[in-house]
C-alpha cells in the first residue's frame, strides 16, 4: 500500500509513464485537505491523454489518487482561482525517470500557516521571537531576564504573549491585579469577526514592575481579566482563534497569520519601544508558525543538548527549506540556535554547535548558487554569526523554579549576567554593568 509519504514520487511517477517531464514541471501538484493528489497541466492535453494518466496514477497510487479526475487541464472550471489563491512551493522527486521539480500546493484544514513565505524584515523596533521544540527549556524566563536587563539600561519593550494554549509570561511579569482585561486570544477570536480598535488594544497591555523602575516592560498576556471572569470560555474561544476569516471590507478570507501580524504591528503602533519580544508556542502547533514566519522577528530557537531536541528541528528546517531565500531579505539571517542548559566547557557547547551545523547544512546552508545565479551567504562551521553557531545559556538552578515577582533576587545584573551573559550581549550589544555590579 501506497503511504503518505511515498505518495507524491509513486503518482509523479506514474504521470511520467504518459506525460514527459516537461508537462510534469510545467503544470501543479495539488494535495487536498485528506491527502488526496492531483495534477493540473498547463500545457493542453487531450481528454483520452488525460483519461489514460490518470487510470494509470490510480493503479499505482490509490488510495492518494482517485479513480478518475486526478488530472486534469487548466481550462477546467475553478482551477484558475485554485491556483492564484494558494502558495506554491517547489520539491524535487525522485521518480522512475529521474529527478523531478515539481510545483506543489498543499491545501490544508490547519496547518495552513506553515505554507506561508517568510515575510520581509519588520519595519520599526527589533523583533525578537522566543521558540522551542519542547517546553521546559527555559526559553519564557530568558525572554524575561532579556526584558529585564535592556529595561535596567533605560530600554523600552514590548512582550507579547503567544502561547495561547499554555499562557506563562502574562502570570510571570504581572500580579493579577495589573492584568489588562483582554489579552492575546481574546484579539485573536474578536479580529476575525471586526478590525480592533485602538481603545481594545490599549486595553491588552499593562506596564510590569519587572523593568526595576528605570525602562519600561509592557505585557500583553495571552489571556487577560476576562478570561478569570469566565473560565469556561477559554476553550471556546480557543476552538475559533486559529480558523480563516473573512475581511469586513472585500470579504477576502484572513488566515490566523495575516491576523496576528496585524495585530503585532498594531500594538507596535500604541508607543515607541526599543525592542518587541514574542513568546512563541513550544513544539510545531499552529500558533507557532506565524511567529516564527510572519512577524518579520529574529527567530531564536531554543534547546537543550538532547536528541529530541536536534530530530524536532531537523523536522522544521526540512520544511523551511522549500521557501526561496534572496539577497536583499534573506529570511536565514533572522534565525539563530540558542544552546539551552548548557555545560560550561567549551567542548560540550562545541558538540551542541556541531550538530545543529549539521542539520542546517543538509537542508539550508547552499554550496553553488541558486538556478538564478543568486548567490546567499554560506556559511562554516566557526562562524560565529551562522545560524547554526549557538548563543549559551548555562545552566543554573537558580532560574529552574523562576517567580521574580516573589523572588527578587535572581534579578541582579551580577547574578543574570553569568548565566545569561552571551545572550544579553546578542540582544544588547551595547550594554554594561553599573557600577556596583548589581
Known amino acids: 500500500m501506497v503511504t503518505f509519504d511515498e505518495s507524491l514520487g509513486v503518482f509523479a511517477s506514474s504521470l511520467l509513464s504518459s506525460l514527459d517531464t516537461g508537462v510534469l514541471e510545467a503544470g501543479w501538484m495539488i494535495r487536498d485537505a485528506s491527502g488526496r493528489l492531483s495534477f493540473i497541466t498547463a500545457t493542453p492535453i487531450s481528454d483520452e491523454m488525460a483519461e489514460l494518466a490518470a487510470q ?99 530600554k523600552k519593550v514590548l512582550i507579547v504573549d503567544m502561547d495561547l494554549e499554555a499562557p506563562g509570561v502574562g502570570s510571570m511579569l504581572l500580579k493579577a491585579e495589573q492584568l489588562p482585561r483582554y489579552g492575546m486570544l481574546d484579539a485573536c477570536v474578536e479580529s476575525a469577526l471586526s478590525p480592533v480598535r485602538r481603545d481594545f488594544l490599549l486595553d491588552m497591555v499593562s506596564a510590569s514592575d519587572f523593568g526595576g523602575g528605570k525602562g519600561l516592560i509592557d505585557v500583553v498576556p495571552a489571556v487577560g481579566l476576562m478570561a478569570l471572569e469566565w473560565p469556561g470560555n477559554v476553550l471556546a474561544k480557543l476552538a475559533r482563534a486559529y480558523i480563516e476569516s473573512a475581511a469586513e471590507t472585500d470579504g477576502t478570507l484572513q488566515t490566523f497569520a495575516q491576523r496576528t501580524r496585524a495585530l503585532v504591528d498594531a500594538l507596535c503602533d500604541v508607543k515607541r519601544y526599543d525592542a518587541v519580544f514574542i513568546d512563541a508556542r513550544a513544539g510545531l502547533n499552529e500558533s507557532t508558525a506565524p511567529a516564527m514566519l510572519s512577524l518579520g522577528a529574529k527567530v531564536l530557537l531554543f534547546g537543550e543538548d538532547t536528541p529530541q531536541t536536534f530530530a524536532g528541528y531537523r523536522f522544521l528546517l526540512a520544511h523551511l527549506s522549500r521557501f526561496e531565500r534572496s539577497e536583499q531579505d534573506d529570511w536565514l539571517d533572522r534565525i539563530h540556535m540558542v544552546h539551552a542548559k548548557a555545560s560550561p566547557l567549551p567542548e560540550k557547547q562545541q558538540m551542541f554547535r556541531d550538530r545543529s551545523y549539521e542539520i542546517f547544512r543538509e537542508f539550508l546552508y547552499q554550496d553553488d548558487p541558486l538556478d538564478d545565479g543568486v548567490s546567499l551567504p554560506e556559511f562554516t562551521l566557526d562562524d560565529v554569526e551562522a545560524p547554526h553557531y549557538a548563543i549559551p545559556i548555562l545552566r543554573d538552578s537558580n532560574y529552574f523554579e523562576f517567580d521574580p515577582l516573589s523572588d527578587s533576587s535572581v534579578m541582579t545584573t551580577a547574578l543574570y549576567e553569568r548565566t545569561y551573559d552571551a545572550l544579553l550581549r546578542r540582544l544588547n550589544p551595547s550594554r554594561s554593568l553599573d557600577s556596583d555590579g548589581k
Open 56 to 154: 494509470n496514477a490510480f493503479e499505482a497510487a490509490a488510495p492518494y489518487v482517485r479513480a478518475d479526475g486526478s488530472v486534469m487541464g487548466f481550462d477546467v472550471p475553478g482551477v484558475e482561482s485554485v491556483i492564484a489563491n494558494a502558495p506554491v512551493y517547489e520539491q524535487v522527486i525522485q521518480t522512475s525517470g529521474g529527478d523531478v521539480r515539481l510545483k506543489v500546493i498543499d491545501q490544508r484544514i490547519v496547518g495552513a500557516d506553515w505554507l506561508e513565505t517568510p515575510s520581509s524584515r519588520a519595519d520599526g523596533a527589533p523583533r525578537y521571537v522566543f521558540a522551542s521544540i519542547k517546553g521546559g527549556v527555559g526559553r519564557t524566563t530568558a525572554l524575561a531576564v532579556a526584558a529585564r536587563d535592556l529595561a535596567q539600561s533605560g
